[in-house]
């Protein structure tokens, strides 16, 4: 699957979740969070071989995988869908990003 595909894919799921979710440790977002860091560390392997990876890319990676975090007053999410959205829309046109065709 190449990477622009996948990033998609994480945020429609995100996007469908409801919105208030209690923090569930086992849930949707932490096993996306936890994609998008094993994402990471692959984009971080590819960068070290000079394969060049946009850095909308890494930070939007980067919120997805914190997006699971809850905030501790309330047992809730942290993040919202606006908060998700802020960061998509932040990529722009994910094809003209250097790196999302790569595959993985």
């Avoid at 440790?25 to 590819?46: F, T, Y």
């Avoid at 960068?47 to 809730?76: A, T």
Wanted: hydrophobic share 35%; aromatic share 12%; charged share 30%.
């Amino acid at each position: 699957m190449k990477l622009k595909q996948q990033i998609t894919n994480f945020y429609q799921v995100l996007k469908a979740l409801p919105d208030n979710e209690e923090y569930n440790s086992e849930g949707v977002r932490n096993a996306i969070s936890v994609k998008a860091d094993g994402l990471l560390q692959i984009l971080d392997d590819n960068d070290k071989h000079g394969i060049e990876v946009d850095e909308k890319i890494f930070s939007f990676l980067s919120f997805v995988k914190g997006y699971d975090l809850p905030r501790f007053e309330d047992n809730y999410y942290l993040f919202t869908k606006e908060d998700l959205e802020r960061e998509y829309k932040r990529l722009g046109n994910i094809t003209l990003l250097s790196g999302s065709e790569i595959d993985y």
